[in-house]
Each structure stands twice: as structure tokens, then as C-alpha cells.
């Protein structure tokens, strides 16, 4: 059975930092490009970040380029989300989502937009000002 488990949201001040952890069990982890996305209230899930499945490769989203990193540990089967100088409007459920890849040989860009094979059950991060 598959599952990705988020974890390390929380409230926080505007400024502030948070990171967030996505673990993954029941898959081969390095055959799988990652992704962060998140979904306000009454808004539409929206692409944060994604990563290669070597980690060599990223992707960021306009409105966090600059303050969040994405990174990938292949030997924890665990992704990250490093997010810093937080703002209120960064304030949603963050999920993580995987997508089988058997080559590498695949535009970052493209992650914004596939359909994902498996996703978490998301994590709440609250930035407060």
C-alpha cells in the first residue's frame, strides 16, 4: 500500500520559517518525481514545487521562488519543503504528490501540470501577520 505522509506544518509568524516533510513507504521512491502543491481556503490547488527523481532537477512557482526550497533524500524516501520569509498569503494545506517516471529524460516544467499517481493528505501551514 502506498502512502505519502506529510508532516511539519504549523502556525507561524509572517517572516518566519517552517519545514515540511513528505514520507513515502509502499513505492520505490527514486522512480518518482515529487511534487509540493496547496490549496487555500476557497481557492483552486495550486503547483508550489516539484523535484526530479534524483533531485537534480527543480521547479518553483513564481509566488515562492526565492524563499522555498524543494529537496529529496532517495535513501529516507522523504521529500522536503524548505519554506522561509513566510507570509500570510503562503496559508493552506500543503500536499505532496508522486508521479512514476521511467527515464529522466522529461522537462521539470511538465510536473506543474501531470496528473499524479499518488498524494498525501496534506499538512496545514498558518502564517499569521
Not at 506544518?9 to 519545514?19: F, I, K, N, P
Not at 509540493?36 to 503547483?47: D, H, L, N, S, T
Not at 527543480?58 to 524516501?77: C, P
Amino acid at each position: 500500500q502506498v502512502q505519502l505522509v506529510e508532516s511539519g506544518g504549523g502556525l507561524v509568524q509572517a517572516g518566519g520559517s517552517l519545514r515540511l516533510s513528505c514520507a513515502a513507504s509502499g513505492l520505490t521512491f527514486s522512480r518518482y518525481a515529487m511534487a509540493w502543491f496547496r490549496q487555500a481556503p476557497g481557492k483552486e490547488r495550486e503547483f508550489v514545487a516539484a523535484i526530479n527523481q534524483r533531485g537534480g532537477s527543480t521547479d518553483y512557482a513564481d509566488s515562492v521562488k526565492g524563499r522555498f526550497t524543494i529537496s529529496r533524500d532517495n535513501a529516507k524516501n522523504t521529500m522536503y519543503l524548505q519554506m522561509n520569509s513566510l507570509k500570510p498569503e503562503d496559508t493552506a494545506v500543503y500536499y505532496c504528490a508522486g508521479k512514476f517516471y521511467s527515464a529522466s529524460g522529461y522537462l521539470i516544467h511538465i510536473l506543474r501540470d501531470v496528473k499524479y499517481d499518488y498524494w498525501g493528505q496534506g499538512t496545514q501551514v498558518t502564517v499569521s501577520s
